[in-house]
């Protein structure tokens, strides 16, 4: 066993090493970059602009939809899906989503050997309800974006999401009891033909992802833009460039035989990128400042007679889901059955960053307390981790650079039973920077090190900008300018308080809009059953108001947090936010706004306003049951519900 002192020695100095004055400024968000080359990676390169040009809009100038979702991603797609379910047909809801097509991450990301990192049975959502039978334990990207467009199709959906849409402006109107919506469409061969319009909506919802927004480091030398050869970012693959499609989840990379090529990044993509292109770059450079935590994966197909024991009963996925989370979140009873039975629902530390009701109201006091239970807990979980990579890795100084040296929960978890071996072969090479970082791009290719390594194809697996980053205001992750009531942005009515929701899903001022976030609500590691928590929650309140209303169709219904209520939900959230204390260890990521959760010389009343910007401290379990609770008799409780 490891000695537990000179790993919490070890763990503090690779973290430093990492820490950089400039916190997120060392990244620029590729979509706000001021180089016209590093703006165009993030171009719509899926988009079928002819076919799209072809289709009736579902939104024209005056129209006036009960329910206007922004983002056809999972999250906006389970909502809309709820809606139905809840009563509402899917007339009268319209989505507008800025891509080409359907499935948020899943459009955009086509990477070759894309996987989904939680098990498919309970990632993938609607299960039950389609009879879909997922191919894989862990479901290609392509079988998701599929499923994806089939179940937006299964609801009667397709022909009511106005697709290449940016939603540039809302604006609730006090008198018509309505959201006023501007929005920017584009059309022609590119999409680059703009046409702005303006239509109204009864009620808002945004679903903009956590992780949407790809970016870059910011190098010296040239940059990235003055590298003369290929290069581009992972979350739009460049098939042009190396070969294959991005219709298949292996594709043949059939370009690469004579090219080296260099990937900046070892987070969970590049760890499902790295095995494909060594299997047909000439020579492949990963360039690492921080190792990733990789874990087996255990990928097997979908056996179809054990499926119809997973799958054989009413409610089976969430229930399995349910399993999943008492795991995650230790809260399993002992001799509970672990049905899904892989490395995430092992992990006997995880709660530290998710919550759990274990130090789920703590004051200051016991932060060291927790954090010595939570690496304690880890210790075995950690030593057995690096024990592999020192199996698995032959050479003996890769393996120690490979080597993770920080608590499981501080980044997320990769899987994958064939990276580390990459580095077994000839035309891998690992170039890390002792947390440095690249130093500078050439022309010719990247410098590290102090040395260059001549490159022909950058690939950039560096990620998103922090869910941290733009602050608490849902409606600027979102890109939307939003003014509620008297004018007022979210933003400028948590300015005096801090951020102020009732369950994370709304907040005063803003009447009928809802937005999904892990901002005062629960959170766990599948997102996937967070968001349909949030959009069961959702669905629930609208139709229960407007039965309150009469029926589904009414009109001038507003919906409205109270300030009483999301005073006492944050000062719940408040009691627990010390909890979270866990993450100042961590080595640098986007998880803890790289290292900078906390600022050393903020005033206590700053530091209140941060901590009220924290989840639900006992985790997504008991962050069920506390909605349940709530739901109970149909009261409401905390809304104010109005009827013109």
Not at 53 to 82: E, H, N, W, Y
Not at 201 to 226: D, H, M, R
Not at 357 to 383: C, H, M, Q, Y
Request: negative net charge; glycine residues 10%; contains cysteine.
């Amino acid at each position: 066993m490891e000695d537990f002192a000179r790993v919490q020695q070890k763990y503090t100095a690779e973290a430093q090493k990492r820490l950089r004055p400039e916190g997120t400024a060392q990244y620029q968000t590729l979509s706000e970059s001021d180089s016209d080359q590093l703006r165009h990676l993030v171009d719509d390169i899926w988009a079928d602009h002819a076919a799209l040009d072809a289709l009736p809009s579902p939104l024209t100038p005056g129209d006036c939809p009960k329910f206007l979702i922004v983002g056809a991603g999972l999250g906006g797609i389970v909502g809309a899906v709820r809606l139905i379910q809840a009563g509402f047909s899917a007339d009268q809801i319209r989505i507008v989503e800025t891509a080409g097509g359907v499935g948020g991450t899943w459009y955009w990301n086509r990477y070759p050997g894309l996987h989904c990192d939680v098990e498919s049975y309970i990632y993938m959502p609607l299960l039950e309800e389609t009879g879909f039978m997922p191919s894989y334990k862990y479901a290609a990207g392509v079988e998701i974006r599929k499923y994806l467009n089939d179940v937006v199709k299964k609801w009667h959906l397709d022909d009511k999401i106005l697709f290449r849409t940016k939603v540039d402006k809302l604006e609730w109107d006090d008198s018509a009891r309505l959201w006023k919506v501007d929005f920017t469409t584009g059309r022609g061969p590119r999409g680059e033909e703009k046409t702005s319009s303006t239509v109204n909506a009864e009620f808002v919802w945004l679903t903009a992802g956590l992780l949407s927004k790809p970016q870059v480091p910011k190098l010296s030398g040239v940059g990235i833009e003055g590298f003369k050869g290929d290069y581009f970012h992972t979350s739009l693959w460049n098939y042009n460039v190396t070969g294959g499609s991005s219709e298949e989840a292996f594709p043949e990379l059939s370009k690469l035989k004579d090219k080296r090529v260099g990937i900046i990044g070892t987070g969970a993509t590049a760890i499902q990128v790295v095995p494909v292109l060594a299997e047909y770059a000439k020579e492949v450079y990963v360039f690492q400042r921080t190792p990733s935590a990789v874990y087996s994966r255990g990928q097997k197909p979908t056996d179809p007679e054990e499926w119809k024991k997973i799958a054989g009963q009413p409610g089976w996925q969430e229930a399995r889901r349910a399993n999943f989370l008492a795991h995650i979140h230790g809260i399993a009873p002992p001799g509970t059955p672990n049905l899904v039975d892989d490395e995430w629902s092992k992990q006997p530390a995880w709660s530290a960053l998710v919550g759990s009701p274990e130090f789920s109201i703590v004051g200051p006091e016991k932060v060291p307390e927790i954090i010595s239970t939570f690496l304690a807990r880890d210790a075995e979980n950690s030593a057995r981790l690096r024990a592999r990579v020192a199996k698995i890795v032959k050479d003996k100084e890769t393996a120690e650079k490979l080597t993770p040296w920080y608590p499981a929960w501080c980044k997320r978890p990769g899987h994958s039973d064939t990276y580390l071996e990459s580095f077994n072969k000839p035309n891998v090479h690992l170039i890390d920077t002792d947390g440095k970082g690249v130093d500078g791009v050439t022309a010719q290719g990247l410098v590290a090190n102090g040395q260059e390594i001549p490159l022909d194809i950058l690939v950039l697996s560096t990620g998103y900008e922090s869910p941290a980053a733009p602050g608490a205001d849902p409606s600027v992750r979102a890109g939307v300018k939003m003014l509620g009531r008297e004018g007022k942005t979210i933003s400028d009515r948590w300015a005096s308080t801090g951020p102020a929701t009732l369950h994370g899903f709304a907040t005063n001022g803003f009447p009928n809009l809802f937005f999904l976030s892990p901002l005062q609500a629960g959170t766990s590691a599948n997102h996937a059953n967070t968001l349909e928590v949030q959009c069961r929650q959702i669905a629930y309140i609208l139709a229960t108001a407007h039965k309150r209303a009469g029926d589904h169709t009414k009109s001038g219904l507003t919906v409205e947090v109270g300030v009483p209520a999301q005073e006492a939900w944050s000062l719940r959230i408040l009691q627990g936010a010390a909890r979270f204390a866990t993450m100042a260890i961590c080595t640098p990521s986007y998880i803890n706004n790289e290292g900078h959760l906390s600022d050393p010389n903020a005033t206590q009343e700053e530091m209140v306003k941060r901590a009220r910007m924290s989840p639900y401290s006992a985790g997504l379990p008991e962050f069920i049951k506390e909605l349940e609770r709530w739901r109970e008799g149909d009261r409401l409780s905390g809304l104010e519900v109005t009827v013109s």
